[in-house]
């Protein structure tokens, strides 16, 4: 059995992959597979259509499949917005057909949450190696302001051509490069995670994103020449950490303080040269962030940590809150995450000494796992120069002092336990902060 076989008998949405050169043909034998004598409309927007969607029409045609008129997008920047979700929402409700959507992010989940508001399944084909939402669980769409993550299943079938994803603007590829070895650091917290009690490694998801994820990651200055097999191991290993995150329900394998950083830019709606930050170029300068905490965690001698300083200085409840609430004044959405996400994690004073002892008792042979786990700040930082995505905060519109500014909210801003929740409850967070930002740090404010 290999990996998509193994895969596909954990997940709970997508029932059939078809991922290598000219599958696209393969279409209609995948939808008459998984909907039997049903219609289909193609749904795509003005670029997609062109690469790809008109081959999925004629795939359709060929066979004999009925199809409804396809439903183009024609904004120029189209975005994951609600405005979308009415708009496709409202064509679909009065058409009894299955959705394949074509393209990448913005169109997958803008298809995948209306399929589901609708009470129907949907089909993907994937048009870039851009992210690993694809085959997860979820859709994120900006509401209210706020991007926000809403339920919804991932795909039921879903078809990527590497050759296309290859031809695709160079950017896409480089945010899914970006979004991929941000799952080195997320295995670290991971790690860090199951040690201290907070949430058990599962190792079929782990196995899932883990195994082979070097090896897709091989390749960055191949991915950014558009070399066809390099950018198919990029394309399979964003896929199989979607599934991960289908067969556990959680995103966990495939996110942890490198996504935090993300998620506090998406509430802030990070925009760069007038443009919206892609989910991957967020993550990248996450991702650097978070290896820079975990080597910096490497260097402390844990294994001779203080627990009974760190438990003294610790705060109750009433006194984490008041903090929140100061660190997060005049940002309303920020503060309502903060309390929620703080408190979902918030150990008491006992609850903090049990997570610092197994810390401590495990830390000489723990450290060592995560060294042998993440790849060095300065590695990390070359492969996303070569594989054409931003490798400093400024690439994607954040200051030195702004980025700093994000270091000290993280802590706050998920439930999901982090790496920066070790550094924050054993009290280095004064000192990570000096190291990074700091005369001679890596990201040194003057």
């Known amino acids: 059995m290999n990996k998509v076989e193994s895969a596909l008998q954990r997940t709970t ?10 599958v696209v043909s393969r279409t209609a034998e995948m939808f008459a597979k998984l909907f039997p004598q049903q219609k289909a409309i193609v749904v795509a927007d003005m670029n997609t259509w062109e690469v790809a969607g008109k081959a999925v029409v004629a795939s359709l045609e060929a066979a004999g499949i009925a199809q409804e008129q396809p439903f183009i997008f024609t ?4 975005y994951a917005e609600w405005q979308h979700v009415e708009k496709l929402q409202a064509h679909l409700r009065g058409i009894d057909a299955v959705a394949i959507a074509v393209g990448s992010g913005v169109m997958n989940d803008l298809t995948k949450y209306v399929s589901h508001t609708l009470g129907r399944k949907y089909m993907c084909v994937g048009t870039a190696a851009s992210m690993d939402g694809y085959t997860a669980y979820g859709a994120s769409i900006t509401k209210d302001g706020n991007k926000q993550t809403f339920d919804c299943p991932a795909p039921y079938g879903f078809v990527m051509d590497p050759e296309i994803a290859a031809a695709a603007p160079k950017e896409l590829a480089a945010s899914g490069y970006a979004d991929l070895i941000a799952k080195i650091p997320a295995g670290a917290d991971w790690m860090l995670a199951d040690t201290m009690g907070a949430e058990a490694i599962d190792s079929f998801a782990w196995d899932l994103v883990q195994n082979g994820l070097r090896e897709s990651l091989a390749s960055p200055a191949a991915v950014f020449e558009g070399d066809v097999a390099s950018t198919e191991a990029l394309s399979e290993g964003l896929l199989m950490s979607g599934f991960a995150m289908q067969a556990i329900a959680s995103s966990r394998p495939a996110s942890g303080t490198e996504h935090q950083f993300s998620h506090c830019w998406d509430m802030e709606d990070l925009c760069f040269e007038g443009k919206h930050v892609s989910h991957g170029f967020k993550v990248g300068i996450g991702t650097l962030a978070s290896t820079a905490s975990l080597e910096f965690l490497l260097d402390k001698d844990i294994e001779n940590l ?6 003294a200085a610790w705060k109750s409840w009433d006194e984490q809150e008041a903090e929140i609430r100061e660190v997060f004044a005049g940002k309303p959405g920020h503060l309502a995450r903060g309390l929620k996400e703080t408190h979902d994690k918030y150990v008491d004073k006992e609850g903090l000494r049990q997570q610092l002892e197994a810390l401590k008792a495990a830390w000489p042979t723990l450290k060592e796992q995560i060294r042998a786990q993440i790849i060095p700040f300065a590695e990390v930082r070359e492969n996303l120069r070569l594989v054409g995505a931003p490798y400093e ?17 993280i802590p706050y801003m998920r439930s999901r336990f982090a790496n920066i929740d070790v550094v924050y409850r054993c009290g280095y967070m004064a000192e990570l902060m000096e190291r990074l930002f700091g005369k001679g740090g890596i990201w040194e404010v003057e």
């Open 393 to 409: 905060p400024e690439h994607i519109g954040v200051s030195r002092e702004r980025m700093r500014k994000t270091f000290s909210y």
């Open 306 to 311: 203080d627990v009974e300083k760190c438990v």
């Open 13 to 22: 949405d997508t029932k059939d992959l078809i991922i290598g050169a000219g």
């Open 75 to 78: 904004d120029e920047e189209l």
